[in-house]
């Protein structure tokens, strides 16, 4: 049987691929490599998640011990956020009809991708204790469709900065084809509200899991902590929003920055700060 | 302005003002989340002997004086949070009289000018007349919209329709479960209780030290432990599993008997009892058996002097073993918890009897922690017996608890629901009023569509379309069939 690494860094290059023919058609305005880049982003969607599936037979090929949703660590959990994104961005692709928003996200999956094959340990190891648990799977999913959500919005609010741009400078007779800032405006909107929704339900997921393993919901883990900062930061972008109508280039940049956040708590917190989440050692 | 101004005075009317501003609430939200990364930076509730050797001692009198080592519940942090619950109070106050106004209006009033105004109407122009509409429409609308009424016009007739007035209480859903889950940790910490125990296997303890205070604390009920394994995946670094048999006593009687591991806790009383850690235990009798039954297989080695060959033979207490190169017969006779060997302690060890070829017999001891003990004896063959192959000895170890009482948590966890369920009506679903028009001209039938809605404004206009297309689809259909 093909290993599902192998599968996984040839989709690093499907999703780039479309990344690239996103990318022409938006700066040369060609209809054709667009629709060519949707294709291709199906392909690589298509085989992220056949990537996802073999690894989950694989593991309990392995024996039942190794049995487990791929979603146990970083490697697992990178290739997991590529297949969000594909996800997000076609649907978005599809309801929005714009492609313009690929030549941002098709290179995300794609980064995310190769940033998993950096990680040392791409082998099926098997849970750990804290790990086997029914809410692993419910709590990976919902965080990393918010996560994914916000990348997205965080693409979105790129392309709107650039837009506004190009706006100052020449008066619609820019050489860049983007969709008018409206739609940008109502896309970051919703995106960072499915991604709100999602991250909320991953927190209290997780918070319950954490009442089962950890003897206590909220612990002030730095994981913890920084999901709630990214919450936060949403919060107030939605408030923002919502009551005081604040569009456009601020809540661009509010998006950004909440995206900084999210990077961080998944990320950094692993790289900088230790606790819980980290896996390291048994606690006491 | 007017009397209400005059009588309360002007600080409480700004406090008030204050209290429900949107500005209030963004910095609340904005401090919270800043001033969150200090404790995830600055390790929190160490030893003060740890921040002094990492930062210094005049840095750690400072984090002792804001509070810094536990700043997730310091006075300012608290403290803020409690501006948030009182904003959040304060403008759910403000704002629910309006919004209850509009939640329980009987007849809601639509001004139709306003919506033939709107510029996000739809107009459709069919065949049939509109007399032959009135009651198709009116049936396809009441269906799907809560409240609906039909209204008579000049050259036609009207529906007025509404639904999701409901959805407006989300927000306020929203807003009160962040409060709900507040208040459930404030009743957790108030009235609960967390601490650990270490119970070697075994024993018994009804006393935990609290995790906050280091006081001990005791127990409604006692727990044993009958015993603790850990075992390891191959290749022995990843634990796989720690596993604890518990028994809950109380007043000497059993209530509960659960093995738990991590993830799978045992609650008693509303108490839970979570596999915390474990501690491998100081024996004196490392590696070897206290008891050894009579029939167990022991691992015999010999090493014959003359050849050097090492040949090793399982035997039992009482059987007689053949020793290779004809080196005699050994059979043990005996187990001995704590040999003796001129007045030195030799720990557990078998006794045994060795005849010679030559018919000599001899009395040997077999220290099990002592393998090249025989050797002292110069003889032909040195014997030694391992026990830990033949009887595996079984470490002891210690098992650890967190023991915990949070009777806040059906709070906190009401609260998760009414947050995702006020997140998911916030977010998509909306207010809606319809107006659909249907007015006679003179070759055709104009069907204007016309609507608001509270939320997505967008998704609300794609809505109409749908309605306008349906509307005229069912209208022309309706021709078609009389």
């Known amino acids: 049987m093909v290993d599902n690494s192998l599968i996984l860094s040839i989709v690093t290059f499907i999703y780039g691929l479309a990344g690239v023919l996103y990318l022409i058609s938006w700066i040369f305005r060609k209809e054709m490599p667009g629709r060519l880049a949707t294709r291709i982003s199906w392909v690589a969607l298509a085989g992220n998640t056949i990537g996802i599936l073999l690894r989950w037979v694989q593991s309990y090929r392995m024996g039942s011990e190794y049995g487990h949703a791929p979603f146990s660590n970083m490697y697992e959990s990178l290739v997991f956020f590529a297949w969000t994104i594909g996800v997000i961005y076609i649907v978005v692709e599809r309801r929005y009809k714009t492609r313009t928003l690929g030549a941002i996200a098709a290179p995300l999956a794609c980064l995310a991708l190769a940033y998993a094959s950096l990680e040392p340990s791409s082998a099926i190891e098997p849970l750990i204790p804290a790990l086997k648990s029914n809410w692993l799977i419910a709590h990976v999913i919902t965080c990393f469709l918010g996560y994914a959500a916000f990348a997205v919005a965080f693409a979105v609010s790129i392309l709107y900065l650039v837009k506004s741009k190009e706006e100052l400078k020449a008066e619609g007779g820019g050489l860049i084809h983007i969709p008018p800032s409206e739609l940008l405006d109502e896309l970051t909107h919703q995106l960072v509200m499915f991604g709100f929704l999602f991250l909320t339900v991953g927190i209290i997921t997780g918070a319950v899991w954490a009442k089962q393993a950890w003897t206590r919901y909220w612990s002030w883990d730095p994981k913890e902590t920084w999901s709630l900062i990214t919450w936060l930061i949403y919060a107030a972008l939605l408030h923002f929003r919502m009551m005081r109508g604040w569009r456009g280039r601020r809540i661009a940049i509010l998006s950004i920055l909440g995206f900084l956040a999210v990077l961080f708590t998944y990320f950094g917190v692993n790289y900088f700060l230790s606790g819980l989440h980290s896996y390291g050692a048994f606690s006491q | ?330 059979t043990l006779e005996r187990f001995e918890p704590e040999a003796k060997f001129q007045s030195m302690s030799l720990g557990p060890a078998l006794l045994g009897k060795l005849v010679s070829p030559e018919g000599e017999v001899q009395t040997i001891t077999l220290p099990l922690r002592f393998a090249k003990f025989d050797a002292m004896r110069r003889g032909k063959v040195i014997i030694a017996a391992a026990a830990q192959n033949a009887a595996p000895a079984k470490e002891r170890y210690a098992t650890g608890l967190q023991v915990v009482y949070d009777p806040g948590v059906w709070v906190v966890y009401a609260g998760f629901i009414l947050m995702i369920l006020g997140c998911v009506v916030v977010f998509f679903m909306s207010h809606q009023q319809v107006v659909v028009e249907v007015t006679g001209e003179e070759k055709a039938t104009r069907i204007m569509v016309a609507g608001k809605s509270n939320k997505n404004r967008v998704g609300f206009q794609f809505t109409l379309q749908r309605m306008a297309k349906h509307l005229a689809q069912l209208a022309e259909g309706d021709a078609k069939k009389a």
Not at chain 2, 158 to 167: H, I, L, P, S, Y
Request: hydrophobic share 40%.
């Open chain 2, 1 to 330: 302005m007017d009397e209400k101004t005059k009588v309360s005075p002007g600080y409480v009317d700004s406090l008030w003002r204050f209290l429900v501003s949107l500005k209030l609430t963004v910095v609340v939200l904005l401090c919270l989340a800043a001033l969150s990364i200090i404790g995830t930076v600055i390790p929190q509730n160490g030893p003060s002997q740890a921040y002094i050797q990492e930062y210094g001692p005049f840095s750690y009198q400072v984090f002792a004086l804001l509070d810094i080592v536990d700043m997730y519940h310091s006075w300012w942090f608290v403290g803020l949070l409690l501006v948030l619950v009182v904003n959040i109070i304060a403008c759910s106050i403000d704002r629910l009289q309006t919004t209850w106004k509009v939640i329980f209006d009987r007849a809601p009033r639509f001004e139709l000018s306003q919506y033939r105004n709107r510029n996000n109407r739809i107009d459709v122009k069919v065949q049939p007349p509109a007399s032959q509409l009135k009651a198709l429409f009116e049936r396809w609308l009441c269906r799907r919209f809560r409240y609906c009424k039909v209204v008579s016009t000049d050259k036609g007739f009207a529906v007025t329709a509404e639904r999701g007035r409901w959805t407006r209480l989300g927000v306020y859903a929203v807003h009160l479960s962040i409060v709900v889950l507040l208040l459930g940790g404030l009743v957790g910490s108030k009235f609960g209780f967390d601490g650990f125990v270490k119970i070697p296997e075994g024993e018994s303890a009804d006393t935990i030290t609290l995790n906050s205070s280091g006081r001990l604390f005791k127990l409604p009920f006692t727990i044993r432990c009958e015993d603790f394994t850990v075992q390891f995946y191959e290749g022995g670094q990843r634990p796989k599993e720690f596993r604890s048999s518990l028994i809950i006593t109380e007043n000497g009687r059993e209530m509960l008997r659960k093995q738990i591991v991590v993830n799978d806790p045992l609650y008693y009383k509303g108490i839970g009892v979570y596999q915390s850690s474990y501690e491998r235990l100081e024996s004196t009798a490392k590696d070897v058996p206290e008891k050894l039954s009579a029939d167990a297989p022991i691992e015999l080695t010999f090493q014959s002097v003359e050849s050097g060959i090492i040949y090793t033979r399982t035997a039992t207490i009482g059987q007689p073993v053949q020793i290779p190169e004809g080196l005699g017969v050994l």
